[in-house]
């Protein structure tokens, strides 16, 4: 039973171009969370997700920043333009329908923008 | 959503119990409250949750008072490998709420 991949694991890139971070959720989950986390600071809420449904995007920024979760396939949190304020680590969680406050976390992808 | 107040760090050595105390003075009759475990570079482990009175699994206990403003996670004879940062969070019951994590409690561990 797989836990909540997300990948790549590190991404690098340079000011100007995208960052695309996938994550698949746990076999029966149906939520998909993103948090961004600074060094030494706690997660930061961006996004709720259910299939084909945005449900909370009051984390986001307003710019640059967009998330989906298709029908098929993974979540993805599409970052363009990329800053280096942009460079953190990013998590997925995911969770049944019905419990929310009780989310699974992936291992996070760490991007940096040099 | 209600918020919560954690202490910002605790020190502890190898064989004692440790007890993170969390204030939520808002919580509301729906709301839950969560404890989570965050390893440096890993993403948070959900550790237990709990409504009310006491819950008890494998890894802690979790003691919730009748007002339910305030919790405790207790972590029996904690080891080198608890060090961690610790995360109480109060989200409802619904497939509608997200969950706010604050700045939690960085926990060390000490031979």
């Given at each position: 039973n797989a836990g909540v991949m997300q990948n790549p694991r590190h991404l690098v890139r340079r000011r100007g171009q995208e960052a695309r971070l996938r994550c698949s959720p746990m076999k029966g989950h149906s939520h998909v969370y993103w948090?961004?986390?600074?060094?030494?600071?706690?997660?930061?809420?961006?996004v709720y997700l259910q299939k084909e449904n945005i449900i909370d995007?009051?984390?986001?920024?307003?710019?640059?920043?967009?998330?989906e979760f298709p029908k098929e396939g993974p979540s993805i949190l599409r970052i363009q333009q990329v800053v280096r304020g942009d460079s953190a680590a990013y998590f997925c969680a995911s969770s049944r329908q019905d419990s929310s406050y009780e989310q699974y976390f992936g291992p996070g992808t760490r991007l940096t923008v040099t | 959503l209600a918020k919560t107040t954690q202490p910002i760090s605790m020190d502890?050595?190898?064989?004692?119990?440790?007890?993170?105390?969390?204030?939520?003075?808002?919580?509301?009759?729906?709301?839950?409250?969560?404890?989570?475990?965050?390893?440096?570079?890993?993403?948070?482990?959900?550790?237990?949750q709990g409504y009310?009175?006491?819950?008890?699994?494998?890894?802690?206990?979790?003691?919730?008072?009748?007002?339910?403003?305030?919790?405790?996670?207790?972590?029996?004879?904690?080891?080198?490998?608890?060090?961690?940062?610790?995360?109480?969070?109060?989200?409802?019951?619904?497939?509608?709420?997200?969950?706010i994590f604050g700045s939690g409690t960085r926990l060390s561990i000490r031979p």
């Open positions: 948090y961004r986390q600074l060094p030494e600071e706690g997660l930061k809420f961006m995007e009051s984390g986001m920024p307003k710019e640059r920043f967009s998330a | 502890s050595y190898e064989g004692q119990e440790v007890n993170i105390t969390c204030s939520h003075n808002n919580i509301a009759t729906n709301d839950y409250i969560t404890w989570y475990q965050q390893f440096p570079s890993q993403g948070p482990r959900f550790i237990i009310k009175t006491k819950v008890t699994n494998e890894v802690a206990s979790l003691f919730i008072p009748a007002d339910r403003k305030s919790s405790t996670l207790s972590l029996p004879r904690v080891s080198l490998s608890d060090t961690a940062v610790y995360y109480c969070l109060v989200a409802g019951y619904s497939s509608a709420s997200k969950i």
